[in-house]
Antibody
Framework: EVQLMESGGGLVQPGGSLRLSCAASEITFSNYAMTWVRQAPGKGLEWVSTMNGSGGSSYYADSVKGRFTISRDNSKSTLYLQMNSLRAEDTALYYC??????????????WGQGTLVTVSS | QSALTQPASVSGSPGQSITISCTGTSSDVGAYNYVSWYQQHPGKAPKLLIYDVSNRPSGVPDRFSGSKSGNTASLTISGLQADDEADYYCSSYTSSGPLYVFGTGTKVTVL
């Protein structure tokens, strides 16, 4: 079973930047779309961004479009989320999740344990 | 893109059946058979319960079942057990702008 390990979270001031990473124990990483989902404290799940297996297509929630950039390094089986111009409302636990197939239409079968991002002065 | 609508809470006694609804639009739930359901226990990551409306991943008990009619999907839990007490989220692939949308979440309480 694939293991997903997120890192890079922390405390950052409003307007600041963070880069999240998600390392997968998956040698066929490029076969699968990957997604970031966040969950604000005490709130529900919010889809953030998805990238297909090759990295050629990416999609963003309106709430992060233009500020966040998803990317992946298939040679390192690692997914990234570059977060710029952070706002208080971006405070959340960020999960990375692996789809069961190449595109985002497949379900999210495997999830990491999340990395906490706190945006506060 | 608005979240899919779920009831905030549903409760039932052990052994009973409960159903959680998930209402979307003709751009998401109504447009595709790409509806999934996730279970989340407190402090844990979500777990896939149902995919493609009614399919169960290996290891998920057949007490969990999914269905869809029009713009509304449903998750039914039969033979309710104490460990079923958790938050449940539906999700759908969508054609309107963003790729994916989650439901508002439903807290299931076992009385």
């Amino acid at each position: 079973e694939v293991q997903l390990m997120e890192s890079g979270g922390g405390l950052v001031q409003p307007g600041g930047s963070l880069r999240l990473s998600c390392a997968a124990s998956e040698i066929t990483f490029s076969n699968y779309a990957m997604t970031w989902v966040r969950q604000a404290p005490g709130k529900g799940l919010e889809w953030v961004s998805t990238m297909n297996g090759s990295g050629g297509s990416s999609y963003y929630a309106d709430s992060v479009k233009g500020r966040f950039t998803i990317s992946r390094d298939n040679s390192k089986s690692t997914l990234y989320l570059q977060m710029n111009s952070l706002r208080a409302e971006d405070t959340a636990l960020y999960y990375c999740a692996k789809h069961t197939g190449y595109s985002g239409s497949h379900p999210l079968a495997f999830w990491g344990q999340g990395t906490l991002v706190t945006v506060s002065s | 893109q608005s979240a899919l609508t779920q009831p905030a809470s549903v409760s039932g006694s052990p052994g009973q059946s409960i159903t959680i609804s998930c209402t979307g639009t003709s751009s998401d739930v109504g447009a595709y058979n790409y509806v999934s359901w996730y279970q989340q226990h407190p402090g844990k990551a979500p777990k896939l319960l149902i995919y493609d409306v009614s399919n169960r991943p290996s290891g998920v008990p057949d007490r969990f079942s999914g269905s869809k009619s029009g713009n509304t999907a449903s998750l039914t839990i039969s033979g309710l057990q104490a460990d079923d007490e958790a938050d449940y989220y539906c999700s759908s692939y969508t054609s309107s702008g963003p790729l994916y949308v989650f439901g508002t979440g439903t807290k299931v309480t076992v009385l």
